[in-house]
């Protein structure tokens, strides 16, 4: 044993970093501020099981995701937690959406997702009530019980010895003598390595400098239920803006049986804002004080705008659910809770399109893990020791 190692999060992608590092014999002590798991972003989604159609070709996004969307439903069912293998439709409703249906088509075929163009009639005979002008099958796409994958992580590191402490916040991480003093509200742990999976607060230990040059803006994204589920066999997602990190409003069959409608992502002024009237002031100055945030309202002013709208007007947000379901009505949508993304955004107003992962000799930081992070968490955190081990840094 080369000594101890301190994860900051008790979300998926921390979990995950520690079970990675647990089956790689350190001794390990997750850290994690709420008083159970996976209380934020591992939380508060889709709970879909992302399969890698969507990114950049090479990236860590496109490499872990397609290898998560493969073993992860087979990983569920050994640990006990509910999850399958479902499929999905990605529909363009207007011919001027096709060239982008078709690359996206190109990109999904350069990741190694299975995914297959389809006409009009055989979109139908998979999702009958889907209106669109050509779709894409993705095979590999599933849904999860994301908090019961929490829990049983939780479960498989206590019973390989790791040390699991919650409600219990850090508060500051202390470098010096080859070590980093872990500081909490209730004491202090001494370790050769901390890694911080904070999600919504991962900015929060970057130095300064560093600092400066990134920053978690969180984008709040609201959801409804489908009265009639009837209307959804599986998942329907439109055809994505490729310049922006979300994929648009789509229509979920969740892990429950529920289908869920949305998100739509407008800017929360609390990083824990679930809520409209959330509001915490410290943390809305700081992100209205960032250089970057700005750039990225004028580069996306319009959309944004838009997004608002959706989410202020229903009848607005219902007109584009129904141009992918057109049988649904105002009185078939009712809202449940938000989620709150965490997205790193960079100084020239650019959002991280990857995970991003930092560090150095005694702390590493996971900056940016949104989706597809809960998808591919075990991945995440394999690729975190990983690159600690291969640094020697534990």
């Known amino acids: ?52 159609l969507y990114y950049r070709p090479g990236s860590l996004k496109a490499r872990l995701a397609t290898e998560a969307a493969r073993t992860l439903p087979e990983v569920c ?21 096709l060239p982008r249906l078709h690359a996206l088509h190109e990109r999904g075929l350069a990741n190694g997702v299975p995914v297959d163009l389809l006409s009009p009639a055989a979109a139908r005979e998979i999702e009958p009530h889907v209106a669109c002008v050509a779709a894409l099958h993705v095979h590999s796409t599933g849904v999860c019980d994301f908090p019961g994958l929490a829990r049983a992580l939780a479960e498989r590191l206590a019973a390989a010895g790791a040390e699991l402490r919650t409600s219990e916040r850090v508060t500051a991480l202390d470098r010096g003598h080859g070590r980093v003093r ?21 900015d929060a230990f970057l130095a300064p400098a560093a600092r ?17 589920p009837d209307l959804v066999r599986g998942l329907v997602y439109p ?54 945030l700005w750039r990225l309202g004028r580069r996306y002013a319009v959309t944004g705008a838009q997004e608002a ?33 965490a997205q790193a955004v960079l ?17 590493t930081h996971v900056v940016n893990a949104p989706s597809p ?16 081990l291969a640094r020697a840094a534990l």
């Open 309 to 341: 709208w959706r989410s202020l007007v229903p009848p607005a947000f219902l007109r584009t659910v129904r141009r992918m379901l057109a049988e649904v009505s105002a009185e078939d949508l009712q809202r449940r809770p938000a989620g709150v993304r």
């Open 347 to 363: 100084r020239d107003g650019s959002p991280a399109d990857d995970f991003v992962v930092r560090g150095g000799p005694l702390v």
């Open 1 to 52: 044993m080369s000594g101890t190692v301190v994860v900051v999060g008790g979300g998926l992608v921390g979990l995950a970093v520690a079970h990675a590092l647990v089956g790689r014999g350190r001794e390990v002590v997750v850290v994690e501020k709420e008083p159970d798991w996976a209380r934020h972003q591992s939380g508060h989604n889709s709970g879909v099981i992302h399969s890698g």
């Open 182 to 202: 872990v500081v909490t509200d209730r004491g202090e742990i001494s370790a050769t390595h901390a890694v911080v999976c904070a999600g919504l607060q991962a």
């Open 77 to 97: 069912a050994e640990w006990g937690v509910t999850a399958r293998r479902t499929g999905k439709l990605v529909v363009a409703t207007r011919t001027e959406e």
């Open 212 to 228: 400066r040059q990134v920053r978690i803006v969180p984008f709040r994204g609201e959801y409804w239920t489908l009265r009639r």
């Open 239 to 292: 055809v994505p803006d490729p310049t922006m990190p979300f994929l648009g409003v789509h229509l979920t069959r969740g892990w429950d049986g529920e289908v869920h409608v949305g998100p739509n992502a407008v800017l929360a002024l609390a990083r824990e804002g679930y809520r409209r009237r959330d509001v915490d002031p410290r943390e809305a100055a700081d992100a209205l004080g960032f250089a970057g």
């Open 373 to 388: 992070g809960a998808t591919a968490c075990l991945q995440i955190g394999a690729h975190v020791a990983e690159r600690l």
